[in-house]
């Protein structure tokens, strides 16, 4: 049974797909469910009068803005590999669920635009893979568009991220002359024929010596492609295995995902290289093996209504060690209580099949009741293991939240709650007036339409919200009253408010205003971050 176990979880790979808008980290996601024969067709990603959206972006209001704004989670196999996908939001806006994501992936695919180069997003996004030191994967895309030199994309991508880089291929032009790519360990050319970028791309391989090169690709892309080869061969970091699965060196592809050039080929070599499920470590730093036969499982995302018609909460969970069955008892650390895990579901974005048995590396969605938490872990009845939680970051934007219907107080409470709890948006109150003044924050303001939108669509509550100056928050860590606000000299620009759980925190509008806070309160003991709850 054991060996059984373990050949089940050794074919799992477990990844996030990060990027910088518009890089087309979707469209890649989407190529290579047409190759694991998850979809029959690829729908691009357009505005808001396309006719196909893309299969991961299942939120209304992605299809119409043509961007994802959730994660979103897909399976599916591939060459005796079961792939776990987790396409992030590219927008920075959305950060926050992407970071979260990211503790449950064993590696990540960054995905860069080759004539953009690495972008804002991209590096705040990469920072997170470093401190976990997973293995990250790059993928230079929109070659057949006009594009940077491929040397100094990799120059750039050492100097902006400081991670050592190693071209698996190598491009032969870009834009109407990009004709494919050299394959630098088979020592082949890879040339593809596109399909209006629907289907799978054909290849043809050819050796570098073939005397119909020149004739193939012109003399003078042969010649520089010669040199390009010589210069990698002679200068470029050695080839190693381990530097890639400590986030040290990051093999590198090009390709587009658009045409399918150069897209199976970077899926294979990803699957042989990228490594099964990672242990995990517990708050008292035990590590978690994999290969334990007991269950464990964390959650790291929440999302209210992915089923219109049910209005229910799904709550994801990474599979850490063991393997999960239908109906099995586990127990909820965080509430300390026994439950089974009925309907446990894999996905299509919002499609959703029952499975009966899931295993180590694996997502999976079950029905949560309202008593999961972001970073809460259940695990078999026979062990009492904790994992390190998820962080929380700090909201840069705040706003006064009013509904414009007044009879409709209990939808809206019961909305706002539900969505803050998925922990995209965290929610405070006014300390004197209670539930009466909610105040929103959001790490960025895109959130506050999407607050607006989804409220409007899945709970029928019209809402108003005034943006507030303030830009900066921290908590209050000295011992407080929660029936009794602290006595604080306030800036002008700052503000005393509290969460649901009673803590309280001061937001300001300027830097300055810390140490002046500081000054006038002796003793005041404020921290950066916190663990902001819900109702």
Known sequence: MANDIRADIEKRRTFAIISHPDAGKTTLTEKFLLYGGAIQLAGAVKGKAAARHAVSDWMEIEKQRGISVTSSVMQFNYNGYCINILDTPGHQDFSEDTYRTLMAADSAVMVIDASKGVEAQTRKL?????????????????????????????????????????PMNWPIGSGKSFKGVYDRQNQEIVFFTSHGGAHKAESTEVQLGDPNLDEMIGQEAHQTLSDDIELLDGANYEFDVNEIEHGNLSPVFFGSALTNFGVEPFLKEFLRLTPPPLARETSDHEVVDPFNPHFSAFVFKIQANMNKAHRDRIAFMRICSGRFDKDMEVVHQQGNRKMRLSQPQQLMAQ?????????????????????????????????????????????????????????????????????????????FQDPGRGMEEIIVGVVGPLQFDVLKYRLNTEYNIEVRLDEMPQEYIRWITNETDPESPPSLYLTTDARLIQDFSGKYMIIYSHEWSLQMLKDRNPGLQLAEFGESKTL
């Open 351 to 427: 499609d959703r099949t029952v499975i009966q048995e899931a295993y180590a590396g694996d997502i999976i969605g079950v029905f949560d009741p309202g008593i999961f938490s972001i970073g809460d872990t259940v695990c078999d009845p026979a062990e009492h293991w904790r994992f390190t939680g998820i962080p929380t970051f700090a909201p840069e934007h705040f706003a006064h939240l009013r509904q414009l219907d007044t009879l409709k107080r209990k939808q809206f409470l019961k909305g706002t709650t539900q969505i803050a709890q998925e922990g995209a948006i965290q929610m």
């Open 126 to 166: 990469f920072k997170v893979c470093v401190m976990r030191h997973i293995p990250v994967f790059t993928f230079i895309n929109k070659m057949d568009r006009e594009a940077r030199n491929p040397f100094d994309l990799m120059d750039e991508i050492e100097n902006e991220l400081g991670i050592h880089t190693y």
